[in-house]
């Protein structure tokens, strides 16, 4: 079993960067697919960004890409998610995510963590 904690939500202006982590607790974090998903108010969860367990598969979404980058420490059973020029609409709870498959689908993964707020002014 793995339990995340993410961190590293805040509010930002428009054009900032923020850097979220995410730690799991657990003996099958190194070989756990790792992703990053956000809700809006009123929104779906969405899909962000995910890697694989040896960081040889990454996956962004469109909205995302060039802007924001995933990586993890397997060491430090964590995972990142570096986001760059944010904008207003990057505005959500974010959430990372742990499961056997890597990919842009929620029900790839079976555990979550609570989630961080991130708010990009304009």
């Known amino acids: 079993q793995v339990q995340l904690v993410e961190s590293g939500g805040g509010l930002v202006q428009a054009g900032g960067s923020l850097r979220l982590s995410c730690a799991a607790s657990?003996?099958?974090?190194?070989?756990?697919?790792m992703g990053w998903f956000r809700q809006a108010p009123g929104k779906e969860r969405e899909f962000v960004a995910a890697l694989s367990w040896s960081g040889d598969s990454t996956y962004l979404a469109n909205s995302v890409k060039g802007r924001f980058t995933i990586s993890r420490d397997n060491a430090k059973s964590t995972v990142y998610l570096q986001m760059n020029s944010l904008k207003p609409e990057d505005t959500a709870v974010y959430y990372c995510?742990?499961?056997?498959?890597?990919?842009?689908?929620?029900?790839?993964?079976?555990?979550w963590g609570q989630g961080t707020q991130v708010t990009v002014s304009s």
């Open positions: 995510a742990a499961g056997h498959y890597v990919g842009r689908y929620a029900n790839f993964y079976d555990y």
């Open positions: 657990g003996r099958t974090f190194s070989r756990s697919a």
